[in-house]
């Protein structure tokens, strides 16, 4: 059974960083991409950036390029998402995710919100 369950969201000032964590389980990691996703209040989901497992590589939305990092620790099978340079139009609720390529995402966590406050 899979699992993706993230952490780490909360308020923060415009200008600040937040770093979430989306603890994974059930999955055979070398074989998967994590992602995270964001969906702000009245509009849809979106892509903001992934990491394939094994490899390492990423790929970060145009929005966030040069102010997010996604890194994985292998031995705590864990993806994480360093947000620095926060703006408020970064406020929406993240979500982690897993596929396995070429499939489209098929596993999702719960979501941690996060705010940027002016």
């Known amino acids: 059974q899979v699992q993706l369950v993230e952490s780490g969201g909360g308020l923060v000032q415009a200008g600040g960083s937040l770093r979430l964590s989306c603890a994974a389980s059930g999955l055979t990691f070398s074989n998967y991409v994590l992602a995270w996703f964001r969906q702000a209040p009245g509009k849809e989901r979106e892509f903001v950036a992934a990491?394939?497992?094994?490899?390492?590589?990423?790929n970060y939305a145009d929005s966030v390029k040069g102010r997010f990092t996604i890194s994985r620790d292998n031995a705590k099978n864990t993806v994480y998402l360093q947000m620095n340079s926060l703006k408020p139009e970064d406020t929406a609720v993240y979500y982690c995710?897993?596929?396995?390529?070429?499939?489209?995402?098929?596993?999702w966590g719960q979501g941690t919100q996060v705010t940027v406050s002016s």
């Open positions: 990491i394939n497992w094994y490899i390492g590589g990423t």
């Open positions: 995710a897993a596929r396995v390529p070429p499939h489209n995402y098929d596993y």
